[in-house]
């Protein structure tokens, strides 16, 4: 089992940065594949990065490419998403996501969630 804990989100300009933080207890993050999600209002909740257990290249979506960073840091048992150059198209919920495997694009295959945080891209 693994707990997974959001935070970092917040109220920032186009063009501003945020890093997220998906902190876990229960468990090492190094065994799981982390996965960041992301869910507007009244769309459907999409992956937008993913880094897997071994030292596979993460993975991105077009929309973030270029522009997010996803990274861990197995000593704090954290994975981090730096969000650069954001875009109110970016305003979200992010929730992180666990799997003991490598990284899928479902958000089916990932068993445990973290609560989400809210990221607000706005003028």
């Known amino acids: 089992q693994v707990q997974l804990v959001e935070s970092g989100g917040g109220l920032v300009q186009p063009g501003g940065s945020l890093r997220l933080s998906c902190a876990a207890s229960?468990?090492?993050?190094?065994?799981?594949?982390i996965h960041w999600f992301r869910q507007a209002p009244g769309k459907e909740r999409e992956g937008v990065s993913c880094i897997s257990s071994s030292d596979g290249s993460p993975y991105y979506a077009d929309s973030v490419k270029g522009r997010f960073t996803i990274s861990r840091d197995n000593a704090k048992n954290t994975v981090y998403l730096q969000m650069n150059s954001l875009k109110p198209e970016d305003t979200a919920v992010y929730y992180c996501?666990?799997?003991?495997?490598?990284?899928?694009?479902?958000?089916?295959?990932?068993?445990?969630w973290g609560q989400g945080t809210q990221v607000t891209v706005s003028s």
């Open positions: 996501a666990a799997r003991g495997y490598g990284c899928s694009r479902s958000r089916y295959m990932y068993r445990y």
């Open positions: 229960g468990s090492t993050l190094d065994d799981y594949a």
